[in-house]
C-alpha cells in the first residue's frame, strides 16, 4: 500500500473545506507527513478555474491557519498541488471532465471526500463508478451527518456500499481524532492504576459536557432543521461515550476497537416517552452576552425565525444497561451559545462508605477530568491533609496532573490532519463502521420520537449561561452536580 494517492474533495469550496480540511492539508504538507498524497483536486458548482481557486485557498489560509501558521515559502509547493474542477454533482459530463483530471495525474489511489449535502452521497458514488473512476484503489469519506434519522442513513449507506466496500468507506467523526480521545484509550487500558477500577463498583456517575460558545453561525439552513441533538449527541457525544464505556479489544487493531464500541451503543437504553421526559432537557438561547459581547437570540436571527421547534442544547441522562455500567448514570450535554467552549469528560468515583474527616467529604471526591479542549489535559482529583497546625486533620482537594507538559506545539495536530492521514493509509480505527452509526441513530431517533409523541417543550436558556435551569434540575434529582 505505498501507492500514490489524489484526493478529491466535494464541496471543496465550502466551509469544511475552507476552514478545516485545506489548512490541515497545508499543515501535513508543511510537516512532509502527506508523502503519499499526490494532488488535492476540490471540485465544486462555482464558475472558477485552478488559478482563481489557488488564489481563494491562499487568503482562506491565511485567515484559517492557526495564528503563525502560514508559511509562504510552504505555499509556493503547496500551491503547486491544488486543482480545481468544476462538478455539478448530478451532470455526467462533469464527471467525465474530473476523469481526465485523474487520468493526467497517474496516481493509483483515489480517495474521494464527499462534504456536500448527505442526500447526494449515494448519486456521486454512483457518477463516479459510471465515470470509471473508482478501481481497487479507490476510498471514499463520508462527513457527518450521515442523514437525519436512521432510515435516511440506512440509504445513505446502502447506496455507498454499492460503489465502495465497508473497507475503503471511511466515516467520519473528526472527535475521534481528538489527542485526549486517544489519550483515554492509552490511560484505561495502559495503566493498571485505572483498568480494575473502571467499573459501577468503584464510579458513581459520567459526565461528557461539549460546551460551545459560538451560536449557529450563518449555517442555519442546515441547522435549524438537525437541532443539538442530531448534530452532535447522534455522533461525538455518543463516539466518546462509547469510548470511555468500552471492553478492553482484544487487540488495537480497528475491527477488535470498533466491535467494542458497538456493543456499549447496543446496551444504550432507548428512551420512550415517560423515561424521555424524566431523563432529556431540550433548550434553545435567548439574547444574552457571551465573553463580554452582546448577541442575539436564536429565533431572533431573520433567518431562524420559524425554527421554534429547533433545539440548540440538549442534556440527557443516558442508560447503558450491562454488567460494566449498570447503575452508574451517563449525564451527558451540549449546547450552542454557552458561557464558554470546552469539552470534558468527568469521572465521579463514589463517595467513601464513611468518612473520618471533619470537613464535608460531599464535595470532595475523586474525580478522573478529561479535558479535550480548548486544552488537552488529564488531571486526577485527590484528596490529602490541609497541611498546617490547625486541630483535627482536614482534607483538601489536590490535583494530579497527567498531562505531558514537555508536548510542545509542533507535536500536536488537529483532528482532521489526523483523520485525513489516516484515510490516506487506509487506516479505519478513527473512523465510524457501518453499523455503529446505525445503531447511534436507532438510539437517537427513541429520543426524537418520544419528544414527537409526550410534546417535549423547549426551554429556554440566556446566551452566555450554561443551558436551561432544567438541565441543573436533571442531575439534581440523584442528588449529584454538573462538575463546573
Ligand atoms: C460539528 C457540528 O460536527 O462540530 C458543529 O456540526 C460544531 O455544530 C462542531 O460546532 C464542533 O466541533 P469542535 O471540534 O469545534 O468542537
Not at 434519522?149 to 440506512?154: G, K, P, V
Not at 449527541?233 to 458497538?262: F, G, T
Request: hydrophobic content about 40%; overall charge negative.
Amino acid at each position: 500500500m505505498s501507492h500514490m494517492v489524489d484526493l478529491v474533495i466535494f464541496g471543496g469550496t465550502g466551509d469544511l473545506s475552507t476552514r478545516k480540511l485545506l489548512p490541515a492539508l497545508f499543515q501535513l504538507h508543511r510537516d512532509k507527513l502527506a508523502d503519499r498524497l499526490h494532488r488535492i483536486i476540490a471540485t465544486g458548482r462555482a464558475a472558477i478555474d485552478t488559478d482563481a481557486f489557488r488564489e481563494q485557498a491562499c487568503s482562506n489560509l491565511q485567515e484559517f491557519l492557526p495564528d503563525g501558521d502560514w508559511d509562504e515559502a510552504v505555499w509556493q509547493t503547496f500551491r503547486e498541488r491544488l486543482f480545481f474542477a468544476r462538478v455539478d454533482a448530478g451532470r455526467a459530463e462533469d464527471y467525465q471532465a474530473l476523469a481526465g483530471l485523474l487520468d493526467e495525474g497517474e496516481a493509483p489511489g483515489r480517495l474521494y471526500y464527499l462534504a456536500t449535502l448527505p442526500s447526494l452521497y449515494g448519486g456521486i458514488c454512483h457518477q463516479l463508478s459510471d465515470a470509471g473512476v473508482v478501481n481497487q484503489h479507490s476510498s471514499v469519506v463520508l462527513e457527518k451527518p450521515l442523514g437525519h434519522d436512521l432510515a435516511s442513513c440506512r440509504e445513505i449507506n446502502a447506496q455507498v456500499s454499492e460503489v465502495f466496500e465497508e473497507e475503503a468507506t471511511f466515516r467520519i467523526d473528526h472527535y475521534l481524532g481528538k489527542e485526549t480521545v486517544q489519550n483515554l484509550i492509552a490511560v484505561r487500558f495502559g495503566n493498571p492504576l485505572f483498568s480494575p477500577q473502571w467499573r459501577n463498583t468503584f464510579i458513581d456517575n459520567v459526565q461528557i459536557t461539549v460546551a460551545e460558545d459560538i451560536g449557529v453561525e450563518g449555517r442555519g439552513g442546515y441547522y435549524a432543521k438537525i437541532g443539538a441533538l442530531r448534530d452532535m449527541v447522534q455522533n461525538h457525544v455518543l463516539q466518546v461515550l462509547s469510548i470511555v464505556a468500552m471492553e478492553p479489544p482484544a487487540s488495537l487493531r480497528p475491527a477488535d476497537i470498533r466491535d467494542e464500541k458497538m456493543k456499549v451503543l447496543r446496551a444504550l437504553e432507548p428512551m420512550t416517552p415517560a423515561s424521555a421526559k424524566e431523563n432529556t432537557v431540550r433548550g434553545r438561547y435567548d439574547a444574552g452576552a457571551v465573553n463580554g459581547t452582546a448577541v442575539k437570540g436564536f429565533l431572533e436571527e431573520a433567518e431562524y425565525q420559524d425554527e421554534d421547534s429547533t433545539e440548540t442544547y440538549v442534556a440527557l441522562k443516558a442508560t447503558i444497561n450491562n454488567w460494566r455500567w449498570a447503575g452508574v448514570p451517563f449525564y451527558l450535554r451540549t449546547g450552542k451559545r454557552l458561557s464558554r467552549r470546552y469539552s470534558e469528560i468527568v469521572i465521579e468515583y463514589k463517595k467513601l462508605p464513611f468518612s473520618l474527616f471533619a470537613n464535608d467529604p460531599n464535595e470532595l471526591i475523586n474525580k478522573l477530568v478529561i479535558r479535550l479542549q480548548p486544552e488537552e489535559t488529564i488531571s486526577l482529583h485527590t484528596l490529602n491533609k490541609k497541611p498546617g497546625l490547625t486541630r483535627g486533620l482536614r482534607l483538601q482537594p489536590v490535583e494530579l496532573n497527567l498531562t505531558d507538559e514537555s508536548q510542545n506545539k509542533n507535536e500536536k495536530y488537529d483532528a482532521y490532519e489526523r483523520l485525513l492521514l489516516d484515510a490516506i493509509n487506509g487506516d479505519q480505527t478513527l473512523f465510524m463502521r457501518r453499523d455503529e452509526v446505525e445503531t447511534a441513530w436507532r438510539w437517537t431517533d427513541s429520543i426524537i420520537a418520544a419528544w414527537e409523541e409526550n410534546g417535549t417543550a423547549i426551554k429556554h436558556y440566556n446566551s452566555g449561561t450554561m443551558g436551561p435551569n432544567a438541565a441543573t434540575a436533571l442531575i439534581a434529582v440523584d442528588g449529584r452536580s454538573w462538575y463546573e
